[in-house]
């Protein structure tokens, strides 16, 4: 088989969107469907993937470091698109390209694996749906069962090419490189947007006798692409909705499922159990009994077996362990690390942090840069005042500790194993092991005049 690339077509405004970021950047279940369309292409061209990037190209450059992007200085249509590719292209050897719009994130590995096969003995192949309303999408125009070319939506004329037939042209193509080397120099510049139609190509080879082939895919929503927020938002609920019903299928609980998203990198194991509405973003993991109560949003954390996030919690980058409580109303920030069977209770936030076995900070506390040891009980209200203004400082408590409610530890500080901090004390000196701590001034109490009587 020929040496195959892919080029993902990224380059583009995205006028439609009606948005400052670049289309690509735009979110399904939190991922950009840029990463969406290059993770579908992976499995299948590993490394070898180019991605074309013009408009906002610094925006895709820092959310994807590791991307082969290649620059069109000028969005002059996507005919222009692939000859700005083609000598990156060509320098490696390559002899067949697979031309994808970086607006077509449902395009999955299998489609892409049956497409490439379906393709390979031609020239030039695309893929082709027939649709009841043809939208904006290219028209696929044929006479007599002969192809002739694709037109545009705003060129085609239906006294020249006839009414229309439905089938349109999906923007996914196998290209040889020899013919798009030979013919994409010969491709007019359209006056009415001053754009090179990559769909031009297809006449084009046509004429000079290559071997075309239109891949009609019936009905095939996942070929579909993006261009305005109403098909991002369509689009989206068939992604999601697919996610649900596979995660249900392999034995995961989602109670609520319409209001359940869940991310195409996140993984559950059978015996989760989640109610909706929630969602779950990123490579998260649930772990097998673990239950995440409705209102929680998730992203890029773990949750391990038996634990039971309760409702409106937020979860970044936070690992939660086996048998803990976590909310409700809680907030793990990136870092937080809950040992098995520690607590976290409501309006709690946690930010590099790691809560040590059995530990247990339940309720209005904040701990950032800290170490609690295990079995250490927080009080209520106890804040870790881990930043000066300039630098952030850690604390470190050990196990089987007891901080009194409203304490302020103000970092950098230790409070040794099995210390006792009374209530309401500002810590700013290190506390040795099995010592009791206590900063506030004792009570003193005085008589005074009766208080004037309430107006009845
Ligand atoms: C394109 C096709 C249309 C097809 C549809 C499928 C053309 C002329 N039309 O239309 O036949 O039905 O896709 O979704 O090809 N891009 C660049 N550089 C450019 C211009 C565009 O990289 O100079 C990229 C865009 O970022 C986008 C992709 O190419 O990802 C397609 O461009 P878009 O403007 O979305 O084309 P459509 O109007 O959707
Ligand atoms: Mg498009």
Same mark, same amino acid.
């Given at each position: 088989?020929?040496? &195959?690339?892919?080029? /993902?077509?990224?380059?583009?405004?995205?006028?439609?969107?009606?948005?400052?970021?670049?289309?690509?950047?735009?979110?399904?279940?939190?991922?950009?469907?840029?990463?969406?369309?290059?993770?579908?292409?992976?499995?299948?061209?590993?490394?070898?993937?180019?991605?074309?990037?013009?408009?906002?190209?610094?925006?895709?450059?820092?959310?994807?470091?590791?991307?082969?992007?290649?620059?069109?200085?000028?969005?002059?249509?996507?005919?222009?698109?692939?000859?700005?590719?083609?000598?990156?292209?060509?320098?490696?050897?390559?002899?067949?390209?697979?031309? /994808?719009?970086?607006?077509?994130?449902?395009?999955?590995?299998?489609?892409?694996?049956?497409?490439?096969?379906?393709?390979?003995?031609?020239?030039?192949?695309?893929?082709?749906?027939?649709?009841?309303?043809?939208?904006?999408?290219?028209?696929?125009?044929?006479?007599?069962?002969?192809?002739?070319? &694709?037109?545009?939506?705003?060129?085609?004329?239906?006294?020249?090419?006839?009414?229309?037939?439905?089938?349109?042209?999906?923007?996914?193509?196998? &290209?040889?490189?020899?013919?798009?080397?030979?013919?994409?120099?010969? &491709?007019?510049?359209?006056?009415?947007?001053?754009?090179?139609?990559?769909?031009?190509?297809?006449?084009?080879?046509?004429?000079?006798?290559?071997?075309?082939?239109?891949?009609?895919?019936?009905?095939?929503?996942?070929?579909?692409?993006?261009?305005?927020?109403?098909?991002?938002?369509?689009?989206?609920?068939?992604? #999601?909705?697919?996610?649900?019903?596979?995660?249900?299928?392999?034995?995961?609980?989602?109670?609520?499922?319409?209001?359940?998203?869940?991310?195409?990198?996140?993984?559950?194991?059978?015996?989760?159990?989640?109610?909706?509405?929630?969602?779950?973003?990123?490579?998260? #993991?649930?772990?097998?009994s673990a239950q995440i109560a409705s209102h929680c949003v998730i992203k890029d954390s773990t949750v391990?077996?038996?634990?039971?996030?309760?409702?409106?919690?937020?979860?970044?980058?936070?690992?939660?362990?086996?048998?803990?409580?976590?909310?409700?109303?809680? #907030?793990?920030?990136?870092?937080?690390?809950?040992?098995?069977?520690?607590?976290?209770?409501?309006?709690?936030?946690?930010?590099?942090? #790691?809560?040590?076995?059995?530990?247990?900070?339940?309720?209005?506390?904040?701990?950032?840069?800290?170490?609690?040891?295990?079995?250490?009980?927080?009080?209520?209200?106890?804040?870790?005042?881990?930043?000066?203004?300039?630098?952030?400082?850690?604390?470190?408590?050990?196990?089987?500790?007891?901080?009194?409610?409203?304490?302020?530890?103000?970092?950098?500080?230790?409070?040794?194993?099995?210390?006792?901090?009374?209530?309401?004390?500002?810590?700013?000196?290190?506390?040795?092991?099995?010592?009791?701590?206590?900063?506030?001034?004792?009570?003193?109490?005085?008589?005074?005049?009766?208080?004037?009587?309430?107006?009845?």
């Amino acid at each position: 088989m020929d040496k &195959i690339c892919a080029l /993902i077509l990224a380059a583009g405004k995205g006028t439609r969107m009606h948005s400052p970021t670049p289309k690509v950047l735009h979110k399904l279940l939190d991922e950009p469907m840029l990463g969406l369309v290059h993770q579908n292409l992976e499995p299948i061209f590993g490394a070898d993937i180019f991605v074309l990037c013009g408009h906002g190209s610094q925006a895709l450059k820092q959310t994807y470091p590791n991307y082969n992007f290649i620059h069109q200085t000028e969005q002059l249509g996507t005919a222009h698109a692939l000859q700005t590719a083609l000598p990156t292209i060509l320098a490696q050897d390559f002899r067949q390209v697979l031309v /994808i719009n970086g607006d077509a994130p449902l395009i999955s590995t299998s489609i892409l694996e049956k497409f490439i096969k379906d393709a390979a003995a031609s020239d030039l192949a695309f893929a082709t749906l027939k649709l009841k309303d043809p939208q904006a999408y290219g028209r696929v125009v044929r006479q007599n069962d002969q192809l002739i070319g &694709i037109i545009e939506a705003k060129d085609y004329d239906s006294s020249t090419y006839g009414e229309p037939s439905g089938e349109i042209n999906t923007g996914l193509y196998l &290209i040889k490189t020899d013919l798009a080397s030979a013919l994409l120099p010969n &491709i007019a510049k359209h006056e009415s947007s001053g754009e090179y139609y990559l769909t031009d190509l297809v006449a084009l080879a046509l004429k000079a006798n290559y071997n075309v082939l239109a891949l009609q895919c019936g009905f095939e929503t996942h070929l579909l692409g993006i261009n305005t927020p109403k098909e991002l938002l369509e689009l989206e609920e068939i992604l #999601r909705s697919e996610i649900v019903a596979k995660w249900i299928e392999q034995g995961v609980l989602i109670h609520a499922a319409s209001q359940v998203r869940i991310s195409p990198k996140a993984y559950l194991e059978p015996g989760a159990e989640i109610t909706g509405p929630c969602e779950i973003y990123g490579a998260s #993991r649930i772990e097998q009994s673990a239950q995440i109560a409705s209102h929680c949003v998730i992203k890029d954390s773990t949750v391990a077996s038996l634990a039971k996030v309760h409702s409106f919690s937020h979860l970044e980058k936070a690992q939660v362990g086996p048998n803990c409580l976590v909310g409700p109303y809680a #907030r793990l920030r990136p870092g937080a690390i809950l040992e098995e069977s520690s607590h976290v209770g409501n309006f709690v936030e946690l930010k590099k942090t #790691r809560l040590g076995a059995h530990a247990k900070a339940n309720h209005l506390t904040y701990l950032g840069d800290a170490e609690i040891g295990a079995k250490t009980n927080i009080g209520a209200g106890t804040i870790t005042c881990n930043y000066d203004g300039f630098n952030k400082f850690p604390t470190k408590i050990g196990e089987n500790a007891f901080i009194g409610s409203n304490t302020a530890l103000v970092a950098p500080v230790t409070v040794g194993a099995g210390a006792l901090v009374g209530a309401g004390s500002t810590i700013t000196h290190d506390v040795p092991e099995n010592n009791l701590a206590i900063t506030r001034s004792k009570q003193k109490n005085f008589p005074h005049k009766p208080l004037p009587k309430e107006p009845d």
